[in-house]
C-alpha cells in the first residue's frame, strides 16, 4: 500500500499571504472527499488535450458553416468528422500498443505498406503543421479586429504588422528548443 500524505486544509483564502496557520487542520489522504492532486492534473491535461483539439478554427469558421449549410448540417458534419477522428486514433493507439517508437505516424506506413508512403505521410504531417502555424497566426489577425472598440476594423497594415508580430514569436520561441 502506498503511503499517505497528509493534506492541509486552510480556512484563509489566500494561502500564499497567511501567516498564521492556527486554524488549519491536517487531514489524512484517505478520508478527505476531494480529488487528488493527480486526478486534477489528469483532468487538465485533458482540457488542453481537448483545447488542443479544438483550436481557433472552430470559433473562426462556425459561424460560416452554419451560414453554409445550417445547424443541422454542420452538427451532422462535425458528428461524421468526430467519428473519423476517434477511428483514426483507435488505430493509432493499437498500433502503436503494438509498436511503440518515436515518429510512429512516419514509421507505420513505411514498415507495413511502402517506404514511399512513409516519405509521402512525413511530407504531408509537416507540410500540414507548417501550414496550420500560418491559419492560426491569419487567424489571429482576423480576430483581432474584435477587440476594437465601436465596431471600428483594423486597417491592412495593422492586421499585416499582427501577422509579422506573431510569426516571429512563434520563429523565435520554436528556435529557442525544448529541453
Given at each position: 500500500?502506498?503511503?499517505?500524505?497528509?493534506?492541509?486544509?486552510?480556512?484563509?483564502?489566500?494561502?500564499?499571504?497567511?501567516?498564521?496557520?492556527?486554524?488549519?487542520?491536517?487531514?489524512p489522504v484517505s478520508s478527505r472527499s476531494?480529488?487528488?492532486?493527480?486526478?486534477?492534473?489528469?483532468?487538465?491535461?485533458?482540457?488542453?488535450?481537448?483545447?488542443?483539439?479544438?483550436r481557433i478554427g472552430l470559433f473562426v469558421?462556425?459561424?460560416?458553416?452554419?451560414?453554409?449549410?445550417?445547424?443541422?448540417?454542420?452538427?451532422?458534419?462535425?458528428?461524421?468528422?468526430?467519428?473519423?477522428?476517434?477511428?483514426?486514433?483507435?488505430?493509432?493507439?493499437?498500433?502503436?500498443?503494438?509498436?511503440?517508437?518515436?515518429?510512429?505516424?512516419?514509421?507505420?506506413?513505411?514498415?507495413?505498406?511502402?517506404?514511399?508512403?512513409?516519405?509521402?505521410?512525413?511530407?504531408?504531417?509537416?507540410?500540414?503543421?507548417?501550414?496550420?502555424?500560418?491559419?492560426?497566426?491569419?487567424?489571429?489577425?482576423?480576430?483581432?479586429?474584435?477587440?476594437?472598440?465601436?465596431?471600428e476594423i483594423l486597417a491592412p497594415g495593422?492586421?499585416?504588422?499582427?501577422?509579422?508580430?506573431?510569426?516571429?514569436?512563434?520563429?523565435?520561441?520554436?528556435?529557442?528548443?525544448?529541453?
Amino acid at each position: 500500500m502506498p503511503p499517505t500524505y497528509p493534506v492541509i486544509l486552510s480556512d484563509s483564502l489566500n494561502m500564499i499571504d497567511s501567516t498564521d496557520n492556527s486554524n488549519d487542520i491536517i487531514l489524512p489522504v484517505s478520508s478527505r472527499s476531494s480529488p487528488s492532486v493527480w486526478q486534477i492534473l489528469i483532468m487538465v491535461s485533458k482540457a488542453i488535450g481537448f483545447s488542443g483539439l479544438i483550436r481557433i478554427g472552430l470559433f473562426v469558421t462556425s459561424g460560416e458553416m452554419i451560414g453554409l449549410s445550417g445547424s443541422a448540417g454542420t452538427v451532422m458534419s462535425f458528428a461524421v468528422a468526430g467519428l473519423v477522428i476517434v477511428a483514426v486514433m483507435r488505430t493509432l493507439a493499437e498500433l502503436v500498443s503494438v509498436r511503440p517508437l518515436s515518429g510512429a505516424i512516419i514509421d507505420f506506413p513505411h514498415t507495413y505498406v511502402d517506404p514511399a508512403l512513409g516519405f509521402a505521410v512525413g511530407m504531408m504531417y509537416w507540410l500540414a503543421q507548417s501550414l496550420c502555424m500560418a491559419t492560426l497566426t491569419s487567424a489571429a489577425a482576423r480576430i483581432a479586429n474584435d477587440f476594437l472598440p465601436d465596431g471600428e476594423i483594423l486597417a491592412p497594415g495593422q492586421k499585416a504588422g499582427i501577422v509579422v508580430k506573431l510569426f516571429l514569436i512563434t520563429l523565435f520561441s520554436n528556435a529557442l528548443g525544448v529541453k
